[in-house]
């Protein structure tokens, strides 16, 4: 169980890091904050966007946060998270992380797995 909250930003950042070779793209890479876009003109929400936000995380002074942009896009993909994961939501997009074990990391992998289904489906990426 990690509760080091470089360590824990460290451990998701791994996680998201390989997305970045498969259409997304980093705007902050830094060590306390990592995101990924996708630089695709698009069309999303009735509009022309030139860019997708998919995910991110940075370290908070209470919490690690993990942002996952695909609810925005399809609020089902709530129903992806497990209960563990969605015990830690707070608002629509963002998890509050304070403790990461295994299982924990491995249903952020899942949702991330969906998102990026989600977004290669809609042509978002």
């Known amino acids: ?12 950042r791994a996680v998201l890091q390989p997305y970045a070779t498969l259409g997304f793209n ?6 306390t904050n990592y995101d990924l876009w996708s630089d695709m003109e698009v069309v999303a929400f009735g509009k022309k966007r030139n860019e997708m ?5 940075t370290i908070r002074k209470d ?12 609020p089902e993909m709530k ?19 304070k403790k990461l074990d295994e299982s924990l990391l491995a249903h952020i992998e899942d949702a991330l797995a969906e998102g990026y ?5 809609k042509g978002w990426v």
């Open 1 to 12: 169980m990690k509760t080091d909250f470089i360590e824990i930003f460290q451990t998701i």
């Open 26 to 31: 980093n705007r902050i890479n830094s060590e």
């Open 53 to 57: 936000y998919f995910a991110a995380v």
């Open 63 to 74: 919490y690690v946060g993990f942002y996952y942009m695909p609810v925005y896009a399809e």
């Open 79 to 97: 129903n992806v998270f497990d209960p563990a994961l969605l015990k830690l939501l707070k608002g629509k997009s963002c998890f509050h992380i």
């Open 117 to 121: 289904r989600l977004y290669k489906e």
